[in-house]
Nanobody, 117 residues
């Protein structure tokens, strides 16, 4: 069973920054990476993704403010969030595609990000 450990969420004022991290508890290969978020009363939405080749994609509302990266040596993925806005408030989930006998998508436990105005 693959488990993911997320960290980095918290309370920040508008305009501030946070960096979320996500890592599997086992040393396994990660292919594509994705970050989702879910605000109260809303559907979960894809925020950012990054392929193994380094291509990235961002939802329009975070372009220029969020950056998805990975540290291969630490087998960890990150979401750097700058210029945060109150509308970024949500629970953020990582979803890497990991090899554990086959390529599958796994979900992190979620981390709360709250941006105050």
């Amino acid at each position: 069973q693959v488990q993911l450990v997320e960290s980095g969420g918290g309370l920040v004022q508008a305009g501030g920054s946070l960096r979320l991290s996500c890592a599997p508890t086992k040393k396994i290969s990660i292919n594509t990476m994705a970050w989702y978020r879910q605000a109260p009363g809303k559907q979960r939405e894809l925020v950012a993704s990054r392929t193994s080749g380094g291509s990235t994609n961002y939802t329009d509302s975070v372009k220029g403010r969020f950056t998805v990266t990975r540290d291969n040596a630490k087998n960890t993925m990150f979401l750097q969030m700058d210029a945060l806005k109150p509308e970024d408030t949500a629970v953020y989930y990582c979803m890497p595609r990991c090899w554990y006998g086959s390529w599958e998508d796994y979900w992190g436990q979620g981390t709360q990000v709250t941006v105050s105005s």
